[in-house]
Nanobody, 123 residues
Framework: QVQLVESGGGLVQAGGSLRLSCAAS????????MGWFRQAPGKEREFVAT????????DYADSVKGRFTISRDNAKNTVDLQMNSLKSEDTAVYYC????????????????WGQGTQVTVSS
């Protein structure tokens, strides 16, 4: 497994932006596809975005398409989530996750998880 630590969460007004970052260690980062998931209070954890090991393939939940961008830097062992035009419904704990090679939208496909970072969007 790879160890993951998220950062960058906080409080932002609706319409604002935040950039989350996830730092990985413990395994060759370039072997792993990465994903971002989120869990709002009282709701199940849901898929947000994923990026392949090379960065050439990405996928997004419909709810964030056009607003969020996932990217990675294999030299720095990091994956970022740029979040623009934030809405109150984006409020959640955001989790970074890793799986070997290819992208996936399902939680069960990922075998390494971070502790999460809180994002709160005020309306």
């Amino acid at each position: 497994q790879v160890q993951l630590v998220e950062s960058g969460g906080g409080l932002v007004q609706a319409g604002g932006s935040l950039r989350l970052s996830c730092a990985a260690s413990g395994r060759p980062f370039s072997n792993y596809a990465m994903g971002w998931f989120r869990q709002a209070p009282g709701k199940e954890r849901e898929f947000v975005a994923t990026i392949s090991w090379s960065g050439r393939s990405t996928d997004y939940a419909d709810s964030v398409k056009g607003r969020f961008t996932i990217s990675r830097d294999n030299a720095k062992n990091t994956v970022d989530l740029q979040m623009n035009s934030l809405k109150s419904e984006d409020t959640a704990v955001y989790y970074c996750a890793a799986k070997l090679w290819t992208t996936a939208q399902t939680m069960a496909a990922y075998d390494s998880w971070g502790q999460g970072t809180q994002v709160t969007v005020s309306s």
